[in-house]
């Protein structure tokens, strides 16, 4: 694996960060404000600004591989801008590059048909519309997507869509246009990785309803939010199952991959930041006769977060390298563990920087306390740490041991 990006990547790592110098972080502490007087769930005016300014200077869909529709970075390439993005929670949405739309623009350029890609991918490459990925359920143990109880019923020429789902990211927003759903359209297939099937739901359509949006830790998420939904009788034409039917796993694993990567290589900026933070507060400030880098154990967190930061960036890296050389399904043992390791070193590593901060570093004075909050839920998302590490365990005990 070759360390040294190539001169492009260094061009666009410079131009997003310098983006980010000029015009991000001088936003960062007054961007609920611009939310709150939006309305809340409206993307405010002042993102609608950045984003053309990113656009124009040809900072955009930089996450997505076929040149067709980005960038044509690789997984390896694209990592260091993720990093850089990830220093701010809303940062990639100001390149088009936020989830859950990149999961779902990534499922449409690989798995949707040509009218599905011309009604939903090519304004989302845009950013015309947002998206929403629904495939979560309060009712049963979705780390087993095989639990899933969302109905999808094939009636004559349409699709009849019944269930109960929450953290359906980003459907609040009021730019939302698509869901995509994952439900069972074989429930009694004695496969049960053939059950499931997904399909594209006009965020109108009749049936569909917002129940609650519930908080994390205090944060709402907007203007994305991620809600509790329900499906009643909610009815789309057969034309927009994805794939078919029985190949929602198969597009699940497609989708999750990438995406879990892309999670992985913001959290670490975010823990990069945090680190910088750190040492800038360490040495700005004094406790019982000396700067607070001067004591030992101080020392000893910083020491140690650099440690852990350079250690999951080299295997989110890894992971990214192995799934250009050789597939996402070859890669998924660095995929899962990258997935354990980066959000947990990133909430501990958030962690020390807030207590170094003192009383300040649990306000929206500083960027830690949401930072944190999304680092330790993505310890949920996109499947629990335990499922990882049961599935890479399954893994090498085949590998090893058969």
Not at 308 to 336: V, Y
Not at 381 to 390: F, K, L, T
Request: aromatic share 8%.
């Amino acid at each position: 694996m070759n360390f040294e990006f190539p001169d492009k990547v260094k061009d666009l790592q410079a131009r997003v960060a310098a983006f980010m110098d000029e015009h991000v972080y001088p936003l960062e502490h007054e961007y609920d404000r611009h939310v709150a007087e939006a309305g809340g769930w409206t993307t405010p005016p002042v993102l609608d600004d950045l984003k053309e300014k990113a656009r124009a200077e040809g900072l955009w869909n930089l996450f997505m591989p076929d040149e067709r529709y980005g960038a044509g970075l690789t997984n390896l390439e694209y990592a260091p801008l993720a990093e850089i993005m990830g220093r701010v929670e809303w940062a990639p949405e100001v390149f088009n590059c936020s989830a859950p739309d990149t999961g779902n623009m990534e499922t449409l350029a690989r798995y949707a048909g040509d009218e599905q890609k011309k009604q939903w991918l090519e304004p989302l490459l845009a950013g015309e519309i947002r998206s929403c990925f629904s495939m979560t359920e309060p009712a049963v143990a979705s780390s087993d997507a095989t639990n899933i109880e969302c109905r999808i019923t094939r009636d004559g020429e349409d699709y009849v869509i019944n269930g109960r789902k929450w953290f359906s990211s980003g459907f609040a927003n009021e730019r939302c246009r698509l869901v995509i759903v994952m439900g069972k359209t074989a429930p009694d297939d004695p496969d049960r990785y053939r059950q499931q099937s997904m399909i594209l739901v006009p965020k109108d359509a009749p049936g569909l309803r917002l129940e609650r949006n519930p908080t994390t830790f205090g944060y709402s998420g907007a203007p994305g939010g991620h809600p509790e939904i329900v499906f009643e009788d909610v009815r789309v034409p057969a034309s927009n199952i994805l794939l078919g039917e029985g190949r929602g796993f198969e597009i699940a694993q497609g989708r999750l991959g990438p995406g879990r990567i892309h999670h992985c290589m913001r959290f670490i900026g975010s823990a990069q930041r945090a680190l910088e933070l750190m040492c800038q507060r360490a040495e700005s400030r004094s406790a019982f006769g000396m700067k607070l880098s001067e004591h030992g154990s101080l020392r000893e967190d910083i020491a140690r977060s650099f440690c852990e930061i350079e250690q999951a960036r080299l295997l989110t890296l890894r992971a990214a390298d192995k799934m250009d050389r050789e597939g996402n399904k070859a890669a998924r043992d660095l995929i899962a563990a990258a997935k354990i390791v980066v959000p947990k070193m990133a909430t501990e590593v958030i962690d020390r920087a807030m207590q170094v901060h003192g009383a300040k570093g649990f306000t929206e004075d500083t960027f830690l306390p949401r930072a944190w909050t999304w680092a330790r839920y993505i310890r949920v998302g996109d499947g629990p740490d335990q499922v990882h590490m049961s599935s890479l365990a399954r893994q090498l005990l085949r590998r090893y041991a058969g």
